[in-house]
Each structure stands twice: as structure tokens, then as C-alpha cells.
């Protein structure tokens, strides 16, 4: 198996809606005639390729790309890592570097009935990634995203049976906790997270990271 990538410095972090046009204009330039493995991994490069020069942007959307495979494929990671291409699985390290380095107030949080549009500064989350950089901002001491974790962690066994993608924030949090203080560094992908493991009440000074779903 290939050593994975190691985590890169961030130089720039593009806001969502830069990254949805490339990656859109990715996507037409590709050629119709390959398979749907081949238009995924031929996408997934160039977004990857353009993360390692450090635009943390494209990072959260190959990290995204990776948790819809693992969930189209039932957890199967020895596919997953098969249609990315061997050492280009976003692990744990690469998650944690990216949750650490998301503008928080720069992330978009519509509320009830808001029609609003996102700006185009904004940084557009599914709601599990939010919860990651919650969870590394507020073990920081940040007491904002302390308490905007803990509120979400009070719904989160409702929308869990709703939301399939929580799961990975599960397994971010297993990890995270079990790491702190460590680098960032790249490590080989985390097995697939229990699917019903039970939330647990956040403690206090707990380090604490949605971005749109990335076309598919």
C-alpha cells in the first residue's frame, strides 16, 4: 500500500464557490466516453493535486468526496482507496489541518427560512464538517464554538438517523481525542465508524471543525 501523502502547508483557502466552478469546469472538460470510476478519480486528482499545493479549499471538498464513496460503497475503504488512487485517501491528519485552518466566521449557517444566498467569501459546510471545526476550535478555549458544539451535540441523535454523513464526525471525534497534542500528520485512512455509536457530552476544554455537498 502507498505511504499516504503528507499533510501540506496551507498557502490559501479558497472559498466554496471558487472551488464549485473549477471543479464544475473539471467536470465538463472530462472525457464522456470513461467510466464513472475514471470521471471520479480524474476529478478527485485534480482537486487533490491542487489541495498538496496547499489551497485547503480543495482539501475540503476531497475530504467530503471521500466520506460520499465510503458511503456509496458501505464502508468499503479498500474500494474507495481503489477508485482515489493508492495514498490519496483524506485520513484523519489531513481532516484535523483543515478543520483547524476553516474561517470560521466566514462559515455559512442559513437559518429556518432564510433565502439567502451564500456570499462569494463564504465557506458553504455540511453540517458534520461544521462540527469538526467546532470541535478543534473549542478545545482552543474558544468558547463560542464551545457552546455552538454542545447545542448541536444535543440534536444530534435525531438528525443522525436523518444526516448518514454524522457517522464521520463520530469517528473524527474518536480520533481527535485520542490524538490531541500530536501533529499534524498524514496517517493511513480510519476504519469505517460504527454506524449507531452513541454521542458523548463534550468536556470542558475539549479542542474543537458542513461544506456543501461537492457536485457529484
Known amino acids: ?96 489541518a483543515v478543520a483547524e485552518a476553516v474561517p470560521v466566521d466566514k462559515i455559512y449557517r442559513p437559518r429556518k427560512g432564510d433565502m439567502s444566498t451564500p456570499r462569494t467569501d463564504a465557506f458553504v459546510l455540511p453540517h458534520y464538517q461544521v462540527l469538526c471545526v467546532y470541535l478543534v476550535r473549542a478545545a482552543t478555549g474558544d468558547p463560542k464554538a464551545k457552546a455552538q458544539l454542545e447545542i448541536a451535540l444535543l440534536e444530534l441523535e435525531e438528525q443522525r438517523r436523518a444526516d448518514p454523513f454524522l457517522k464521520y464526525f463520530e469517528t473524527f471525534r474518536d480520533l481527535f481525542e485520542r490524538t490531541r497534542g500530536e501533529p499534524a500528520t498524514a496517517s493511513a485512512p480510519a476504519a469505517a465508524p460504527a454506524p449507531e455509536s452513541k454521542p458523548r457530552t463534550p468536556r470542558s476544554g475539549r479542542r474543537a471543525s458542513s461544506a456543501r455537498p461537492p457536485p457529484s
Open 1 to 96: 500500500m502507498a505511504q499516504p501523502a503528507p499533510v501540506p502547508e496551507v498557502k490559501e483557502f479558497s472559498p466554496s464557490m471558487r472551488v464549485d466552478v473549477l471543479i464544475s469546469d473539471w467536470r465538463a472538460g472530462l472525457d464522456p466516453e470513461s467510466s464513472e470510476e475514471e470521471r471520479e478519480r480524474a476529478l478527485y486528482d485534480h482537486a487533490w493535486r491542487v489541495y498538496l499545493e496547499g489551497d485547503y479549499g480543495f482539501g475540503l471538498w476531497c475530504w467530503h468526496e471521500c466520506d460520499r464513496l465510503t458511503l456509496n460503497l458501505q464502508g468499503n475503504l479498500k474500494e474507495v482507496t481503489r477508485i482515489l488512487g493508492p495514498g490519496r485517501y483524506f485520513g484523519f491528519s489531513h481532516r484535523r
